[in-house]
């Protein structure tokens, strides 16, 4: 297939078939590292969604994004999705530059992912076909100068975050919000021990942005090395045939979606009066 023409389809087998797992922690690092950025935190801040709903927003995200990749942008449920999308971004004021960061982080940080831990290396057709499907996905929530080329959008992403990566107070709540919601996933795990395994996934300049404790250097090579040898055990596996993107029975907000939900169900509701949906974050 080609990875221009095709690119929903090579994009889809890639993160519903060959590296389900891969593609959801890298998304939801992804997303984590977002709120490096203090314009970008200050906002979600303000809502108060991530200290009242971090499931619900996570899910949230996870859902509507899984349903564009697993359907299309062009599909019945993929205009839905990005419907709700559009919505809730459109309340606020958001600067062109943070959305083009966020974008990057959906096409970049997977792959480098996926070239770190995954069971193979992702192809040169993989690669681009992310590009391109997430650049179409860009356009239509109307985000403006996406670079064409996947160089010069890689060189944004590093760019940006070399400038933008720095310690917020407001860094600070929505990353702890965000660390306290993945550590509730492992009820039967010590918190402190959750906490520290949290904090060793994330690069030295996430948790100078944050605020957090630099790990053990332990940890910094317990964590790779657990990682690559859960690549090297999968790669023994039998292939997968059934997509696990919209498919994933994991949330905890949406029992058994997509059965009986749409995507337009999914979304934050409509923020606090005392909030000015044209607020600017600074």
Known sequence: MDPVVDHHAVYRI????????????????????????????ALLD????????????????????????????????????????????????????????????????????????GWRPLSEAERL???????????????????EDTSAFRRFKDDYEREHFVFS????RVGQHTRELLVSWYPWLPKPLTRLAVHGLLTDRML????????PRWLRR????????????VRLLPP??????????????????PDGYHPSDLGAPEPHPALDPHWKAR
Request: charged fraction near 25%; aromatic fraction near 14%.
């Open 14 to 41: 890639s993160a519903g078939l060959e590296f389900p797992w891969d593609y959801q922690r890298a998304l939801e690092l992804a997303l984590f590292k977002t709120y490096c950025v203090p314009s970008v935190s």
């Open 46 to 117: 303000a809502t108060g969604e991530f200290a009242n709903r971090p499931q619900r927003r996570y899910d949230d995200t996870a859902l509507l994004m899984a349903e564009l990749a697993e359907h299309g942008y062009d599909s019945e449920r993929g205009k839905a999705a990005l419907r709700v999308v559009n919505r809730m971004h459109g309340r606020y004021a958001i600067d062109n530059a943070d959305m083009l960061y966020v974008l990057t982080t959906f096409i970049y940080d997977p792959i480098d992912w996926i070239d770190a831990y």
């Open 129 to 147: 076909a992310a590009f391109h499907f997430y650049r179409a996905v860009g356009v239509r929530m109307g985000i403006k100068d996406i670079p």
């Open 169 to 172: 107070e407001t860094n600070q």
């Open 208 to 215: 100078t942005a944050f605020g957090f404790p630099t790990p």
């Open 222 to 233: 317990l964590e790779p090395a657990a990682l690559r040898a859960r690549g090297r055990l």
């Open 240 to 257: 997968r045939e059934v997509s696990r993107l919209a498919n994933d029975a994991g949330n905890r907000t949406y029992p058994g979606y």
